[in-house]
């Protein structure tokens, strides 16, 4: 089905693999337009409750862009590469089901970044981290001057693009760019087939509104919200944009429910972030980041599996949620 990937459905859980081994991996133009696809089918196939993204071979998750795509491109062709590649990670980011990123070996440039849109990341004791497009005379362009410094700080950050260095495992881990590191390189995939697991038996739609939530807080998804879009294969200011959201009708619509569960309102927009770039250093991203976890957390109580939960825990049983 696809060329450059290699997909794997099981227990609910599709493992993606970025599949250029022999160029580390690196995304080019087919990659990126199938991980487009592929994370629509993450969005739309229910049999998919979470996902795995990790590159194939022993050495790198992901090695960057494509470098031998970026000569005699105009200013531009530069700008529409960064804004189409922003918004497939924007989606995977504000994917309601969540996504891992199996970190098993560089994850550099663009790899660093699609790990980074990723929900959470595992990595294996060999990976290495950064962006080392200052040393190409570019920038990162897919989010990672602004998801690198949500994660890491600002300092931190700023040193780590500066320099262009290569972060190892155990200091990714120290500064809270990976969860976990797994010691085993062979049982990555398996570990974070295990803690997707552990997810998945919980209640699809409050997983859906943690991620949203959170990534208001994280200020992801801002980007997206002044109605500017410079692209149009992928939808975007869906379920769990948050933040990204504008009073555009069109673009504020919500996803259709993954999981068949009760359709959203056209909730109180006036009351969410207006998504001009000051939203957050006002203080009003927060602001609205509580306001929407405590419409989210009232959206719960609509929910069968809000009841399950409940009745479940009384009854000391386990709970069986259907995301409805
Ligand atoms: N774009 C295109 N091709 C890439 C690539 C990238 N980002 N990263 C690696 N490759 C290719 C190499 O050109 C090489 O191809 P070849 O065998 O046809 O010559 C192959 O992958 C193996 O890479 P190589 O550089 O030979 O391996 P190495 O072990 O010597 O070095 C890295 C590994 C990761 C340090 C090195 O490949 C590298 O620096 N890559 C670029 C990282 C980067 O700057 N990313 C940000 C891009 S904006």
Not at 31 to 48: A, C, F, H, P, Q
């Amino acid at each position: 089905m696809y060329k450059t990937l290699l997909t794997d459905l099981a227990d609910n859980i599709l493992t993606v693999m970025i599949n250029r081994p022999d160029k580390l991996n690196a995304l080019n133009k087919e990659v990126m337009s199938e991980l487009g696809e592929v994370v629509e089918e993450i969005y739309t196939n229910k049999d998919i409750r979470s996902a795995i993204i990790t590159g194939a071979g022993q050495r790198a998750f992901v090695a960057g862009a494509d470098i031998s795509e970026f000569l005699g491109l105009t200013s531009e062709q530069g700008r529409e590469l960064s804004a189409k590649g922003s918004e497939i990670f924007f989606r995977i980011a504000s994917s309601p089901k969540p996504i891992a990123a199996a970190v098993n070996g560089f994850a550099l440039g663009g790899g660093c970044e699609l790990a980074m849109a990723c929900h959470f990341r595992l990595c294996v004791p060999t990976a290495k981290f950064g962006q080392p497009e200052a040393g190409l005379g570019l920038i990162p362009g897919y989010g990672g001057t602004q998801r690198l410094t949500q994660l890491v700080g600002r300092g931190r950050a700023i040193e780590i693009m500066l320099t262009g260095r290569m972060v190892e495992a155990i200091e990714a881990h120290t500064m809270g760019l990976v969860n976990y590191i797994v010691t085993e390189p062979d049982e990555l995939l398996t570990k974070t087939r295990e803690l997707l697991s552990v997810i998945n038996e919980k209640a699809p739609l409050a997983i859906a509104r943690v991620i949203e939530c959170a990534n208001i807080a994280a200020g992801d998804g801002l980007a997206y919200s002044s109605g500017h879009s410079t692209h149009s294969t992928h939808r975007h200011g869906g379920a769990s944009s948050g933040g990204g959201r504008t009073t555009n009708k069109a673009d504020a619509s919500w996803e259709p429910d993954p999981f068949g569960g009760e359709a959203r309102p056209d909730d109180n927009s006036s009351s969410l972030p207006s998504g001009l770039p000051g939203a957050r250093a006002d203080g009003s991203g927060m602001k609205n980041g509580f306001t929407r976890e405590q419409q989210a957390f009232g959206e719960c109580f609509a929910t069968m599996d809000m009841q399950e939960g409940a009745n479940a825990f009384l009854a000391k049983r386990k709970p069986h949620f259907t995301g409805h």
